[in-house]
């Protein structure tokens, strides 16, 4: 479990997140969901300790970030987008580095078969189209086997069929006991794996339980002030 109180970030005197409290329950998936320049990958670098989140106290299952640092690391992980990838090593060489450093059990093959990576699992990432990158970068998830998946926008460049396995692979993470906060423009999807959804609106966060509302229709109502049409 993931316990969040306090946390504020400022850029200069710009601020961006601002005394947000919050908890992330084990065997959950939580959305969070803004424009873009909003503050959502700033708040998954704060909960990973890349950013200073001022006052704020972040325990994940009762281990303080500033208190036992690595200790709290080690129960996460986080990489923010493909670019951070090393363009000249490969799939493999990543999913190696990931299993050594984070202590992990989980095969790597298996991964690569229930990913469909095996066709470029020994190319280097450079190669890679963002669809394969994509997909590297959630074997590195499955791979590193951490309790707190933060997934910053990882539909990016999937096709219909790549986003369904996703999904997939999103719920039996969460079966599995797995607590995930996932941030995404893709509303529908957004909608079919969240149990809970965090609109991060005016350096707030706004929290709705998914009873099977329009995402859409309450992305359009809190951001951009339109309410649905009713015929």
């Given at each position: 479990m993931l316990e969040v109180s306090h946390l504020n970030f400022a850029f200069g005197k710009q601020g961006l997140l601002s005394d947000l409290s919050f908890t992330l329950a084990a065997g959950s998936i939580t959305g969070l969901v803004a424009p873009n320049g909003t503050g959502k990958t700033t708040l998954l670098r704060c909960l990973c300790g890349l950013l200073p989140s001022g006052p704020?106290?972040?325990h994940l299952n009762g281990i303080d970030l500033y208190r036992k640092r690595t200790a709290y690391l080690a129960q996460l992980f986080f990489l923010e987008n493909s670019t951070q990838l090393y363009a000249d090593l490969t799939v493999a060489d990543h999913l190696k580095y990931v299993r050594k450093m984070w202590h992990s059990s989980v095969s790597i093959q298996d991964t690569v078969g229930e990913l469909e990576v095996a066709g470029y699992y020994r190319k280097r990432i450079r190669d890679l189209?963002?669809?394969?990158?994509?997909?590297?970068?959630?074997?590195?998830?499955?791979?590193?086997?951490?309790?707190l998946l933060l997934i910053d926008e990882p539909l990016n460049g999937l096709d219909p069929t790549s986003i369904q396995q996703f999904e997939r692979i999103f719920t039996q993470l969460k079966a599995a006991g797995k607590t995930l906060l996932v941030s995404s423009h893709q509303m529908d999807s957004v909608g079919r794996v969240s149990d809970d959804v965090f609109f991060l609106k005016d350096q707030h966060i706004l929290a709705e339980p998914n009873t099977g509302q329009d995402m859409m229709a309450e992305y359009s109502r809190i951001f951009l002030g339109q309410e649905a049409a009713h015929g």
């Open positions: 704020g106290v972040l189209s963002l669809g394969m990158k994509q997909h590297a970068l959630l074997a590195m998830y499955l791979v590193a086997d951490p309790q």
